[in-house]
């Protein structure tokens, strides 16, 4: 009974969907290619690899932004509620990492970017930064920590409350399994962002992160549009 429950409650993540297998094995390949790379190279600062606007930045950037496309593309022509909230959830994630992974254009257009509290802002997340920034100045560590637990435990309650609902939309629909999955992955690296603490690795792993939120968002991006194009197929056979 427990075995059949398990491989039941494994159902959202599509192990037998083509779409996830993409994701699960590209995810993996690049974690052990980028780690190799780290181990050669030996550091993560000015190199073109993993550096600033290096091969890993721009390829998580390259994968954002073919999701905000393909978001696009599905946006003018898909009908039902549900496909299209998740199409502008798509639309929403590949729009944020493509502008971030990009520092808002920063270096392309010679722009000054605005530092508050020392954060320089130049991508989404660093307005998280920035929030922990002002809470962790204004109020002691042990408050801070019980904000955080929280938080962490109010969302935990929600999500157990509607657990049922978010299970079955994430079993029926694979590109609302691979939204959530770049969701989980972006939130790890934005708390890796926060420099709680500051470790050569940890930035390489922050910076794999958002390289898998992109394969998952422009996979899901994929996904409605093949979705599209066999439903006007169907129809047109």
């Not at 929403?92 to 990492?97: E, K, Q, S, T, Y």
């Not at 999500?159 to 992955?185: G, P, T």
């Not at 709680?196 to 996979?219: D, K």
């Amino acid at each position: 009974m427990m075995s059949t429950n398990f491989l039941h409650a494994t159902d959202i993540l599509h192990w037998k969907s083509p779409w996830h297998r993409f994701f699960y094995f590209s995810t993996a390949v690049s974690f052990v290619v980028f780690t190799i790379c780290l181990i050669i190279i030996g550091n993560v600062w000015d190199n073109p690899v993993l550096g600033e606007d290096g091969v890993l930045e721009s390829l998580s950037a390259l994968l954002y932004l073919a999701a905000l496309v393909a978001a696009l593309y599905v946006a003018f022509k898909v009908k039902s509620r549900r496909v299209r909230v998740i199409n502008i959830l798509v639309l929403a994630v590949g729009f944020l990492g493509f502008t971030s992974e990009i520092s808002f254009g920063e270096r392309w257009f010679n722009l000054t970017m605005p530092v508050v509290r020392g954060v320089k802002i130049d991508a989404v997340h660093d307005f998280v930064d920035l929030g922990y920034q002002i809470l962790r100045d204004k109020l002691p560590g042990f408050v801070l920590l019980l904000l955080v637990a929280a938080a962490a435990l109010t969302f935990v309650a929600v999500v157990w409350r509607f657990r049922s609902s978010i299970a079955e939309i994430l079993r029926e629909r694979e590109d609302a399994s691979l939204v959530a999955w770049a969701c989980v992955v972006i939130l790890m690296a934005v708390v890796i962002d926060l420099d709680i603490i500051q470790n050569m690795f940890l930035f390489l792993l922050e910076e794999l992160f958002e390289l898998a939120g992109g394969i998952a968002v422009a996979t899901a991006g994929f996904f409605q549009v093949n979705e599209l194009r066999t439903a006007a197929k169907a129809q047109g056979g």
